[in-house]
């Protein structure tokens, strides 16, 4: 099985060949830690990605045919060959975007375990029976089996934060349901994606129930998007990217998983030792690279000092460098990302903000950052960072921080940190987020949780149950007795 065919170029997989561009074209991808090739995949034209497209719908007939026990099966056979992959694809998360080589295992393990979860949900998908006697002069002799059937051919496009995580999240619910898929993985993270294709392969995938088009977004992505034989987009990344997907696919289902600006809010009655653990650790992890992170810190004036002494202890202690150094605190993804964090740190202070710690800047390596201060006219109190700065916003009372996060355009999660569990439900019920997190930081998962953001978070619910969901649609058959 030749996915890699030379030292650095990954083919990527049509009809189960591997295969590189017919131009010879590629896109070579950077490591993030000392910015040498890690590889490259193809480049294919959208040519290429049509007959890639074609391959994937002529195939779907016969696999939504078969039994849903064998597509099970193969599901399961896949969570044991990318186990057994877990080294070589866990290396690959670290070369390409800049995990470590143990949060690049655990990405591998995490998938395994939700791809059997998917492969034994999916076995308890089953439709519903109407009797059509609900309106005067109708008849219980009208009847209707309501069926769930796959939409066809289903368009997966992953991010680089979990290039394999965020694939498989969206293929196995895809393929478990009977849908065909073209897997379109961040360019940056694309050879995980294609070593954890190579582990469906290994699983006995059928001949074009998978297909993997590689190539820059920005080029194919339009045409993909727009295809007439694609019949559904699941899509995770950027807002900006979503919004443009979702207009260019006319007529079909688009499920988006897009950006967020989390808020923890830390009440008078928090725990501060336990609030300032969660909060380090949901705004620093991965270096703040996941939609999830959390983003603004919204603490009321009589316990500010003390939480933000609280965070700074906890975040002075972590390790920054290289993630083949094993820091806490490694590398962002590009350079680009790295001067839009800085421009937030600048617009900040030149507003007056305070620098609590200052992290250090070495090209695309940024220490962390806490700002305490921070008010409304700053970027930062708005703008999604993605990246290890943590701004803290004082407020006087629950009241304000609600407000604050009614103006939040993104609705993905939100933290509330207090002891008054009714006081917490309360202010719940008024945030408009997809999840509110109670004494803990924002997160995805357990994998099985519905996970979902609202506004410009997202459209659309993921978590393994809804994910089956979003693959299916009814179809009716009525009996006129
Ligand atoms: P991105 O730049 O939006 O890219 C996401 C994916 O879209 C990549 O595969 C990209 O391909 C592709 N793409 C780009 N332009 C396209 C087009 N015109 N048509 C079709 N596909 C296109 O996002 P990212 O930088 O990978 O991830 C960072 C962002 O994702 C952050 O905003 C983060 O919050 C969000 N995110 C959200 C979640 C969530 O669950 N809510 C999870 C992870 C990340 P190329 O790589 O080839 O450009
Ligand atoms: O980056 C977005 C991911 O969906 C976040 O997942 O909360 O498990 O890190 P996570």
């Known amino acids: 099985m030749i996915v890699r065919q030379t ?229 995770t990344g950027g807002t900006a990217t979503g919004q443009h997907i979702a207009k260019k696919a006319s007529m079909i289902p688009v499920v988006l998983e897009l950006g967020g600006k989390d808020s923890a809010i830390v009440l008078e009655d928090a725990d501060l030792n336990k609030a300032a653990k969660e909060i380090v650790s949901g705004a620093l992890s991965y270096s703040g690279q996941r939609c999830t992170a959390i983003k603004r810190v919204m603490v009321v004036n009589s316990v500010a000092d003390e939480l933000i002494e609280k965070v700074k202890e906890l975040v002075s202690k972590l390790t920054v460098g290289k993630s083949h150094e094993d820091a806490s605190v490694t590398p962002l993804i590009d350079q680009k990302s790295a001067d839009f964090v800085t421009s937030l740190i600048e617009d900040a202070q030149t507003k007056g903000a305070t620098v609590v710690l200052e992290g250090i800047k070495e090209k695309n390596l940024l220490g962390p950052t806490l700002l305490d201060h921070v008010t409304e006219e700053m970027a930062v109190a708005w703008e999604e960072q993605f990246g290890p700065v943590l701004p803290f916003i004082r407020v006087e009372n629950e009241l304000e921080a609600i407000a604050l996060e009614k103006r939040n355009q993104y609705g993905l999660q939100a933290s509330v940190f207090t002891r008054n569990l009714e006081n917490a439900f309360a202010i719940s019920d008024k945030l408009n987020v997809g999840t509110v997190q109670v004494n803990g930081k924002t997160s995805r998962g357990p994998d099985h949780f519905p996970f979902l953001g609202v506004k410009n978070s997202g459209q659309g619910v993921q978590g393994i149950g809804r994910s089956i969901d979003s693959m299916l649609r009814d179809k009716m058959l009525v009996l006129n007795l």
């Not at 395994?112 to 998917?118: G, H, K, N, S, V």
């Not at 034994?120 to 009797?131: K, M, P």
């Not at 582990?199 to 006995?204: D, E, H, I, M, Y």
Request: proline share 4%.
């Open 7 to 235: 030292e650095s170029l990954f083919y990527t997989l049509l009809n189960n060949e591997w295969m590189g561009s017919s131009s010879g074209e590629t896109v070579q991808i950077y490591s993030p830690d000392d910015h040498e090739v890690v590889g490259e995949v193809p480049a294919l034209s959208q040519e290429e990605v049509a007959v890639a497209i074609q391959k994937t719908a002529d195939a779907q007939e016969l696999w939504a045919a078969k039994e849903v026990y064998e597509r099970s099966a193969l599901l399961h056979r896949w969570a044991e060959e990318l186990e057994k992959m877990t080294d070589e694809i866990g290396e690959m998360i670290h070369k390409e975007v800049g995990k470590t080589f143990s949060a690049g295992k655990s990405e591998v393990e995490r998938t395994a375990q939700l791809i059997r979860y998917t492969a034994e949900e999916g076995l308890r998908t089953h439709g519903s029976f109407i009797q059509g006697d609900a309106f005067p002069g109708a008849t219980k002799k009208t009847k209707a089996i309501v069926q769930k059937v796959p939409h066809g051919v289903v368009l997966a496009i992953s991010p680089f934060n979990y290039p394999v995580n965020l694939a498989a999240s969206k293929i196995a619910p895809a393929l478990i349901t009977g849908n065909t898929v073209i897997f379109k993985p961040a360019t940056q993270g694309a050879i995980s994606g294609l070593l954890m294709i190579k582990a469906l392969v290994k699983a006995g995938l059928p001949e074009g129930v998978v297909n993997v088009v590689t190539g820059r977004g920005s080029v194919i992505g339009d045409f993909i998007v727009s295809h007439p034989l694609i019949n559904m987009i699941t899509f």
